[in-house]
């Protein structure tokens, strides 16, 4: 059982930064592949990042990619998303979610999810 906090959202202006933590706690953490997903209103939670468990091999959404950042600290059992040049359409829930084994984009992969982050950018 793997528990996920979430923390870091909030208000930014286009072209602004954010950056997203996520906190684990219950399990050994370096054995689990993380991710961060997204859902904005009406519209289904979709693959933002994640994070290998061995390597730490980064995966990213085209839609991101150059723009945002996923990193992870074993020793501080968190994992971040540095989030630049954002754009309305980020405009989401993000999501921190937890595996074990290989990353995945598929949502339904991972049996382990934050409570949430709202992160709205203005225009």
């Known amino acids: 059982q793997v528990q996920l906090v979430e923390s870091g959202g909030g208000l930014v202006q286009a072209g602004g930064s954010l950056r997203l933590s996520c906190a684990a706690s219950g399990q050994t953490f370096s054995a689990y592949s993380m991710g961060w997903f997204r859902q904005a209103p009406g519209k289904e939670r979709e693959f933002v990042a994640a994070i290998r468990w061995s390597d730490s091999t980064t995966y990213y959404t085209d839609s991101v990619k150059g723009r945002f950042t996923i990193s992870r600290d074993n020793t501080k059992n968190t994992v971040d998303l540095q989030m630049n040049v954002m754009k309305p359409e980020d405009t989401a829930v993000y999501y921190c979610?937890?595996?074990?084994?290989?990353?995945?984009?598929?949502?339904?992969?991972?049996?382990?999810w934050g409570q949430g982050t709202q992160v709205t950018v203005s225009s």
């Open positions: 979610a937890a595996r074990q084994g290989p990353a995945r984009q598929g949502p339904d992969m991972y049996p382990y």
